[in-house]
């Protein structure tokens, strides 16, 4: 099974904390930065974990800016 993809812009003074959440949670989601200054960061999501992550993104959005992105490549 392939990881799922999914972009989002972050508070870019929250970028580290976020990677630092979903390291945490040890296996469900790695992140990558795709622009610093922007905010834009991806991340993989494991197979059967993407109900873990909304809820884990869902819960932070109430302390930093999370926003969906829906890029065109």
Same mark, same amino acid.
């Given at each position: 099974?392939?990881? /799922?993809?999914?972009?989002?812009?972050? #508070? &870019?003074?929250?970028?580290?904390? %976020?990677?630092? !959440?979903?390291?945490?949670?040890?296996? /469900?989601?790695?992140?990558?930065?795709? #622009? &610093?200054?922007?905010?834009?960061? %991806?991340?993989? !999501?494991?197979?059967?974990?993407?109900?873990?992550?909304?809820?884990?993104?869902? #819960?932070?959005?109430?302390?930093?800016?999370?926003?969906?992105?829906?890029?065109?490549?």
């Amino acid at each position: 099974m392939k990881c /799922i993809k999914k972009y989002y812009r972050v #508070d &870019s003074k929250e970028i580290y904390f %976020l990677r630092f !959440i979903f390291e945490a949670y040890d296996g /469900i989601a790695m992140m990558t930065t795709i #622009d &610093s200054m922007v905010g834009i960061v %991806l991340l993989y !999501i494991a197979p059967g974990c993407e109900a873990d992550v909304e809820m884990i993104l869902l #819960d932070l959005k109430s302390q930093i800016m999370i926003e969906p992105l829906t890029l065109v490549r």
